[in-house]
Protein backbone atom coordinates (compact mmCIF):
# COMPACT_ATOMS: atom_id res chain seq x y z
CA UNK A 1 0.00 0.00 0.00
CA UNK A 2 1.36 2.98 -0.88
CA UNK A 3 1.51 5.90 1.88
CA UNK A 4 2.79 9.67 1.24
CA UNK A 5 3.41 12.31 4.26
CA UNK A 6 3.70 15.62 4.12
CA UNK A 7 6.60 17.50 6.60
CA UNK A 8 8.08 20.99 6.72
CA UNK A 9 7.30 24.13 8.79
CA UNK A 10 4.09 24.89 9.88
CA UNK A 11 4.56 28.72 9.79
CA UNK A 12 6.20 30.79 7.11
CA UNK A 13 7.06 34.58 7.19
CA UNK A 14 5.78 36.59 4.47
CA UNK A 15 7.65 37.58 1.83
CA UNK A 16 9.99 34.01 2.84
CA UNK A 17 10.13 30.46 1.08
CA UNK A 18 7.86 27.74 1.73
CA UNK A 19 9.67 24.24 2.06
CA UNK A 20 7.34 21.06 2.09
CA UNK A 21 9.36 17.47 1.31
CA UNK A 22 6.59 14.17 0.67
CA UNK A 23 8.02 11.16 1.81
CA UNK A 24 6.88 8.19 -0.20
CA UNK A 25 6.79 4.65 1.31
CA UNK A 26 5.23 1.38 -0.33
CA UNK A 27 6.23 2.51 -3.84
CA UNK A 28 9.15 3.77 -5.90
CA UNK A 29 9.18 7.63 -7.17
CA UNK A 30 11.14 6.23 -9.75
CA UNK A 31 8.79 4.04 -11.39
CA UNK A 32 7.75 5.25 -14.73
CA UNK A 33 3.99 4.60 -13.91
CA UNK A 34 3.43 7.72 -11.95
CA UNK A 35 4.27 11.11 -11.65
CA UNK A 36 4.09 13.25 -8.07
CA UNK A 37 1.64 15.99 -7.40
CA UNK A 38 0.82 18.64 -5.02
CA UNK A 39 -2.31 19.74 -4.43
CA UNK A 40 -3.31 22.77 -2.13
CA UNK A 41 -6.33 24.04 0.07
CA UNK A 42 -7.04 27.39 1.33
CA UNK A 43 -9.05 26.94 5.60
CA UNK A 44 -13.13 26.68 4.30
CA UNK A 45 -11.80 26.47 0.92
CA UNK A 46 -11.40 24.27 -2.71
CA UNK A 47 -9.12 22.58 -3.86
CA UNK A 48 -6.12 24.10 -6.41
CA UNK A 49 -3.19 21.87 -8.19
CA UNK A 50 -0.11 23.66 -7.86
CA UNK A 51 1.93 20.70 -10.17
CA UNK A 52 2.96 17.46 -10.67
CA UNK A 53 6.63 15.96 -11.10
CA UNK A 54 7.87 12.77 -13.19
CA UNK A 55 10.17 10.01 -12.57
CA UNK A 56 12.33 11.70 -15.11
CA UNK A 57 12.31 15.28 -13.34
CA UNK A 58 9.93 16.90 -15.50
CA UNK A 59 8.03 19.33 -13.59
CA UNK A 60 4.48 20.95 -14.65
CA UNK A 61 2.86 23.80 -12.60
CA UNK A 62 -0.11 25.60 -12.89
CA UNK A 63 0.26 29.03 -14.18
CA UNK A 64 -0.58 30.47 -10.99
CA UNK A 65 2.49 29.00 -9.49
CA UNK A 66 5.17 28.99 -12.40
CA UNK A 67 7.25 31.44 -11.58
CA UNK A 68 7.00 31.34 -7.73
CA UNK A 69 7.16 27.43 -7.78
CA UNK A 70 9.64 25.04 -7.68
CA UNK A 71 9.46 21.17 -7.30
CA UNK A 72 12.43 18.14 -7.37
CA UNK A 73 12.59 14.60 -6.60
CA UNK A 74 15.35 13.35 -4.21
CA UNK A 75 15.43 9.21 -5.11
CA UNK A 76 17.53 7.88 -3.27
CA UNK A 77 15.43 8.90 -0.40
CA UNK A 78 12.14 8.52 -2.40
CA UNK A 79 11.35 11.91 -1.85
CA UNK A 80 9.81 14.75 -3.48
CA UNK A 81 9.79 18.54 -2.72
CA UNK A 82 7.65 21.59 -3.37
CA UNK A 83 9.55 25.04 -2.64
CA UNK A 84 6.98 28.61 -2.76
CA UNK A 85 8.81 31.55 -3.10
CA UNK A 86 7.77 35.38 -1.98
CA UNK A 87 5.00 33.89 -0.09
CA UNK A 88 2.03 35.93 1.46
CA UNK A 89 -1.63 35.19 3.72
CA UNK A 90 -2.79 34.16 0.50
CA UNK A 91 -0.47 30.70 0.40
CA UNK A 92 -1.62 29.69 3.72
CA UNK A 93 -3.48 26.15 3.31
CA UNK A 94 -3.35 22.98 3.66
CA UNK A 95 -0.29 21.43 1.27
CA UNK A 96 -1.35 17.89 0.06
CA UNK A 97 1.09 15.79 -1.88
CA UNK A 98 -0.40 12.84 -4.19
CA UNK A 99 0.46 10.35 -6.95
CA UNK A 100 -1.00 10.73 -10.01
CA UNK A 101 -1.25 8.03 -13.17
CA UNK A 102 1.29 8.30 -15.36
CA UNK A 103 -0.65 7.25 -18.26
CA UNK A 104 -1.37 9.44 -21.27
CA UNK A 105 -4.95 10.67 -20.68
CA UNK A 106 -5.42 9.79 -16.60
CA UNK A 107 -4.91 12.75 -14.76
CA UNK A 108 -5.87 11.43 -11.72
CA UNK A 109 -4.59 11.48 -8.47
CA UNK A 110 -4.84 8.30 -6.45
CA UNK A 111 -3.34 8.63 -3.55
CA UNK A 112 -2.80 11.20 -1.03
CA UNK A 113 -0.90 12.30 1.66
CA UNK A 114 -2.58 13.41 4.81
CA UNK A 115 -2.22 17.08 4.50
CA UNK A 116 0.21 19.62 6.40
CA UNK A 117 -1.19 23.21 7.21
CA UNK A 118 1.16 25.97 6.15
CA UNK A 119 0.44 29.35 7.93
CA UNK A 120 2.16 32.65 6.46
CA UNK A 121 2.07 35.36 9.18
CA UNK A 122 4.72 37.22 11.11
CA UNK B 1 -10.20 30.66 -9.30
CA UNK B 2 -11.71 27.21 -10.30
CA UNK B 3 -12.84 26.65 -13.79
CA UNK B 4 -15.05 23.64 -13.35
CA UNK B 5 -18.30 24.72 -11.69
CA UNK B 6 -20.43 22.53 -9.33
CA UNK B 7 -23.98 23.60 -6.87
CA UNK B 8 -22.75 24.53 -3.59
CA UNK B 9 -24.56 21.85 -2.03
CA UNK B 10 -27.05 18.60 -2.51
CA UNK B 11 -28.94 17.14 0.16
CA UNK B 12 -30.97 14.20 0.83
CA UNK B 13 -32.73 11.31 3.16
CA UNK B 14 -31.00 8.02 2.89
CA UNK B 15 -31.93 5.94 0.52
CA UNK B 16 -32.56 8.52 -2.03
CA UNK B 17 -30.24 9.18 -5.32
CA UNK B 18 -28.32 12.39 -5.53
CA UNK B 19 -26.79 13.69 -8.33
CA UNK B 20 -24.13 16.93 -8.54
CA UNK B 21 -23.05 18.14 -11.53
CA UNK B 22 -19.92 19.95 -12.65
CA UNK B 23 -19.57 22.26 -15.61
CA UNK B 24 -17.05 22.94 -17.69
CA UNK B 25 -15.92 23.61 -21.46
CA UNK B 26 -14.30 22.03 -24.76
CA UNK B 27 -11.26 22.30 -23.13
CA UNK B 28 -11.66 20.65 -20.37
CA UNK B 29 -14.39 18.27 -19.45
CA UNK B 30 -15.41 18.32 -23.63
CA UNK B 31 -11.88 17.16 -24.53
CA UNK B 32 -10.42 14.96 -21.01
CA UNK B 33 -12.12 12.35 -18.40
CA UNK B 34 -13.30 13.78 -15.49
CA UNK B 35 -12.35 12.49 -11.92
CA UNK B 36 -14.56 12.94 -8.47
CA UNK B 37 -12.80 13.25 -5.13
CA UNK B 38 -15.00 12.58 -1.94
CA UNK B 39 -13.88 14.61 0.95
CA UNK B 40 -14.53 13.71 4.50
CA UNK B 41 -14.60 16.18 7.31
CA UNK B 42 -10.64 16.73 8.46
CA UNK B 43 -9.51 14.31 6.32
CA UNK B 44 -7.44 14.43 2.65
CA UNK B 45 -9.73 13.89 -0.64
CA UNK B 46 -10.54 10.76 -2.34
CA UNK B 47 -10.57 9.51 -5.55
CA UNK B 48 -14.07 8.49 -6.28
CA UNK B 49 -14.39 8.42 -10.23
CA UNK B 50 -11.66 8.41 -12.73
CA UNK B 51 -11.52 7.99 -16.20
CA UNK B 52 -15.14 9.61 -16.31
CA UNK B 53 -17.42 6.52 -15.10
CA UNK B 54 -14.34 4.27 -13.61
CA UNK B 55 -14.25 3.04 -9.86
CA UNK B 56 -10.99 2.37 -8.10
CA UNK B 57 -11.38 -0.40 -6.34
CA UNK B 58 -13.41 -0.42 -3.11
CA UNK B 59 -15.55 2.43 -4.13
CA UNK B 60 -18.73 1.16 -3.67
CA UNK B 61 -21.30 1.01 -6.65
CA UNK B 62 -23.49 3.41 -5.58
CA UNK B 63 -21.54 5.88 -7.32
CA UNK B 64 -21.33 6.74 -10.53
CA UNK B 65 -20.01 9.16 -12.89
CA UNK B 66 -21.01 10.01 -15.98
CA UNK B 67 -20.19 13.06 -18.89
CA UNK B 68 -22.28 14.57 -21.72
CA UNK B 69 -20.65 17.49 -24.01
CA UNK B 70 -18.87 20.04 -21.23
CA UNK B 71 -20.83 18.58 -18.50
CA UNK B 72 -20.27 15.66 -15.68
CA UNK B 73 -22.19 14.13 -13.07
CA UNK B 74 -21.53 12.36 -10.18
CA UNK B 75 -25.00 9.84 -8.95
CA UNK B 76 -24.82 8.74 -5.13
CA UNK B 77 -27.99 6.03 -5.38
CA UNK B 78 -29.01 4.59 -1.41
CA UNK B 79 -27.57 7.53 0.06
CA UNK B 80 -26.01 6.75 3.62
CA UNK B 81 -25.02 8.98 6.37
CA UNK B 82 -21.59 8.17 6.24
CA UNK B 83 -21.84 9.95 2.18
CA UNK B 84 -21.67 13.64 4.05
CA UNK B 85 -18.73 15.03 2.78
CA UNK B 86 -17.25 17.29 0.29
CA UNK B 87 -17.52 16.15 -3.62
CA UNK B 88 -15.14 17.85 -5.97
CA UNK B 89 -14.84 16.74 -9.76
CA UNK B 90 -11.34 17.47 -11.49
CA UNK B 91 -10.15 17.58 -15.18
CA UNK B 92 -7.12 18.57 -17.32
CA UNK B 93 -7.33 21.69 -19.51
CA UNK B 94 -5.54 21.31 -22.47
CA UNK B 95 -6.15 25.39 -22.86
CA UNK B 96 -4.59 26.49 -19.44
CA UNK B 97 -2.58 23.44 -19.01
CA UNK B 98 -2.94 22.81 -16.16
CA UNK B 99 -5.41 20.50 -13.55
CA UNK B 100 -8.48 21.77 -12.81
CA UNK B 101 -11.01 21.38 -9.46
CA UNK B 102 -14.45 22.45 -9.48
CA UNK B 103 -15.78 24.48 -6.74
CA UNK B 104 -16.92 21.57 -4.53
CA UNK B 105 -20.25 20.36 -3.32
CA UNK B 106 -21.38 19.46 -0.09
CA UNK B 107 -23.77 16.77 0.35
CA UNK B 108 -26.06 16.27 3.58
CA UNK B 109 -27.77 13.41 4.51
CA UNK B 110 -30.93 14.99 5.94
Known amino acids: QVQLQESGPGLVKPSETLSLTCSVSGGSINSNSYYWGWIRQPPGKGLEWIGSISYTGSTYYSPSFKSRGTMSADKSKNQFSLRLNSVTAADTAVYYCARRDGRDGYHMFDYWGQGTLVTVSS | QPVLTQPPSASGTPGQRVIISCSGSSSNIGSNTVNWYQQLPGTAPKLLIY???QRPSGVPDRFSGSKSGTSASLAISGLQSEDEADYYCAAWDGSLSMYVFGTGTKVTVL
Open chain 2, 51 to 53: STN
